[in-house]
């Protein structure tokens, strides 16, 4: 059974560039939620993806937007990139109504804004 | 921003003995977990204890929670090079089960054989 699985592993981009990160959650999971996690720092919710609609959404710009498939795989889009851009970017997948709220992790996609 | 804060933010201590993390968070929650993350990679979940819950064991895991003083310590005991990481609680709000997860900025274990 595949966990998480996040594509790129790293990725380098020039600032104003345009990047796509992509997600494939665990088996059996239909819900997908991004994080940023900047160096040293712990990971900042992004955005949560179910039934292809963005639920929730944390304190990022709209340069940040994302797309669920009926697969539940999802993207994760960042236009006119910036330094402050470069991070690591965790996709985490999981279960809707199901109250213990465990995300499973993927490895994580390192971004480097030059 | 970030919910709270872990305590200490770095640790240092030899195999076999035990390493204990706090954390501190600001808003009412539902749960409490705490995760582990290898060499800036994706983060592994460790433990849940539900609001309701004082204290819980997994292995060489023990958690407590408090939520009067809104705090909880992570208990790792006779720990092993292997549990060199760093350790992050992260808070879920009342409600859903699938409120997202806010996370403290972590606690960085180094454990020497």
């Known amino acids: 059974d595949a966990g998480v699985t996040q594509s790129p592993t790293h990725l380098i981009k020039t600032r104003g560039q345009q990047v796509t990160l992509r997600c494939s959650p665990k088996s059996g999971h239909d819900t997908v939620s991004w994080y940023q996690q900047a160096l040293g720092q712990g990971p900042q919710f992004i955005f949560q993806y179910y039934e292809e609609e963005e639920r929730q959404r944390g304190n990022f710009p709209d340069r940040f937007s994302g797309h669920q498939f009926p697969n539940y795989s999802s993207e994760l889009n960042v236009n006119a990139l910036l330094l402050g851009d470069s991070a690591l970017y965790l996709c985490a997948s999981s279960i809707r109504g199901i109250a213990k709220n465990i995300q499973y992790f993927g490895a994580g996609t390192r971004l480097s804004v030059l | 921003s970030q919910q709270g804060e872990e305590d200490p933010q770095a640790l240092s201590i030899q195999e076999g003995e035990n390493a204990t993390m706090n954390c501190s968070y600001k808003t009412s929650i539902n749960n409490l977990q705490w995760y582990r993350q290898n060499s800036g990679r994706g983060l592994v979940h460790l433990i849940l204890?539900?609001?309701?819950?004082r204290e819980k064991h997994s292995g060489r895991l023990r958690v407590t929670l408090d939520t009067s003083k809104k705090s909880s310590s992570l208990l790792i005991t006779a720990s092993r090079a292997a549990d060199t990481a760093s350790y992050f609680c992260?808070?879920?709000?009342?409600?859903?089960?699938?409120?997202?997860?806010?996370f403290g900025k972590g606690t960085r274990l180094s454990v020497i054989a």
């Open positions: 992260a808070t879920g709000a009342q409600g859903s089960g699938n409120t997202p997860l806010v």
């Open positions: 204890i539900r609001s309701n819950e």
